[in-house]
C-alpha cells in the first residue's frame, strides 16, 4: 500500500473545514480544522464547494507564505476555472 497524503477544503457560507488525510502502511491520521469567516479579512462564498490538494504542495505553499509574510489569497468559481 502507498502513502496517501491530502487535504480537502470545504467551504460554507457558515466557515470552511480543512481536513488533513494521512494513510501509510501502518496508520492512518485524520485532522480537521474548522475556521469561521470572521477570522479572515474577506471570505465571500456564493456556493459551497471542496478543493483537495496534495498535502505536500499544500505546505510548501503556506510555508513560503510564511517566510516572505504574504497573504494565502484563494479565488476559484468552478471546475477547470
Not at 22 to 34: A, D, G, Q
Request: with cysteine.
Amino acid at each position: 500500500m502507498e502513502n496517501i497524503r491530502h487535504c480537502t477544503i470545504f467551504f460554507s457560507f457558515y466557515g470552511l473545514l480543512l481536513c488533513f488525510f494521512v494513510s501509510e502502511i501502518r496508520k492512518t491520521v485524520r485532522t480537521e480544522l474548522c475556521l469561521e469567516p470572521g477570522e479572515f479579512d474577506l471570505y465571500n462564498i456564493g456556493v459551497g464547494t471542496s478543493i483537495t490538494f496534495c498535502l505536500r504542495e499544500f505546505r510548501a505553499l503556506l510555508s513560503f507564505a510564511e517566510a516572505v509574510n504574504l497573504p494565502v489569497t484563494a479565488n476559484f468559481d468552478t471546475g477547470g476555472r
